[in-house]
């Protein structure tokens, strides 16, 4: 079974300052990985996805399959970027597109 | 284009009662799921759906039931309210299941009494 873990619940950063977030996972083949967010009061929505090698917001992931990590980077802090974020993984496998999300990151960004 | 509508936003049910939170969506979407959201604990699947008249269990299915007669619609059934089942409940949508991400909907907040 597939298993995301964040393990920082609480990432508070100052305005500019670099910011990530990170998430690692646990899962025999090969995944697709997914960075939602969910600002205050507002649906979850899709932040990245890992297949598409894009940048969103400023923010930037990279999979790393050695270290079994999907880590959130973004190197200068917002306070727009108050939100809660969430790694989620899916397992690329016919039938199963199910996505097991992390326990999610709350970030602060202080003015 | 709407997306994933959901209904009620808030209810408060009283310990054993039943209810239905409503999802539709208007996209043609072929997968839909149901997750609730407890704080700290993240997004658990309760049930999902890969296409009308087919459902499935997710990790917490216990005290749920679910239906899918339509692509568009897929109604989450409560029968016996108990305070465990306080959480938020959000509906999600996808087209082609983990490829493209999921489409979510406002959330329900259900609070047991």
């Known amino acids: 079974a597939q298993r995301v873990t964040q393990p920082e619940k609480l990432l508070s950063v100052f305005k500019g300052a670099p910011v990530e977030l990170k998430c690692n996972y646990s899962y025999s083949g090969s995944p697709e990985l997914f960075w939602y967010v969910q600002y205050s009061r507002q649906r979850l929505q899709l932040l990245l996805r890992h297949i598409s090698r894009e940048s969103i917001k400023g923010f930037t992931a990279d999979l790393n399959k050695g270290e079994t990590s999907f880590h959130l980077k973004k190197p200068f802090a917002q306070e727009e970027d108050s939100a809660m974020y969430y790694c989620a993984l899916s397992p690329l496998l016919y039938g199963n597109n199910r996505l097991a999300f992390g326990k999610g990151n709350q970030v602060v960004v202080i003015p | 284009n709407a997306g994933v509508t959901q209904t009620p936003k808030f209810r408060i049910l009283k310990i054993g009662q039943s209810m239905t939170l409503q999802c539709t969506q208007d996209m043609n979407h072929n997968y839909m799921y149901w997750y609730r959201q407890d704080p700290g604990m993240g997004l658990k699947l309760i049930y999902y759906?890969?296409?009308?008249?087919?459902?499935d269990k997710g990790e917490v299915p216990n005290g749920y039931n679910v239906s899918r007669s339509t692509t568009e619609d897929f109604p989450l059934r409560l029968e016996l309210a108990a305070p465990s089942q306080t959480s938020v409940y959000f509906c999600?949508?996808?087209?082609?299941?983990?490829?493209?991400?999921?489409?979510f909907g406002s959330g329900t907040r259900l609070t047991v009494v």
């Open positions: 999600a949508s996808s087209y082609s299941g983990q490829r493209y991400g999921y489409t």
């Open positions: 759906s890969v296409g009308a008249g087919i459902t």
